[in-house]
């Protein structure tokens, strides 16, 4: 079972349900926010965001 909530920046943890978009240094929201994103998570982010997307397809 994959998490569903991941901290993308020491003040931010999202929803990985309501990621629209990752880019670089940033994560845009279903709703157009845009929060940042840490470099040293970004990997791990787009993995988990993968493996999220292939399970609840």
């Known amino acids: 079972m994959n998490r569903v909530f991941f901290r993308i920046h020491k003040s931010y943890v999202v929803n990985l349900k309501h990621i ?3 880019f670089k240094d940033t994560v ?4 157009g926010e845009e929060l940042p ?4 998570r970004s990997k ?3 993995q988990q965001f993968l493996s999220y997307m292939k399970e609840n397809i």
Not at 28 to 31: A, F, V
Not at 37 to 40: E, F
């Open 20 to 22: 629209r978009n990752i």
């Open 28 to 31: 845009t929201l279903e709703n």
């Open 37 to 40: 994103l840490s470099r040293h």
């Open 44 to 46: 791990e982010l787009r």
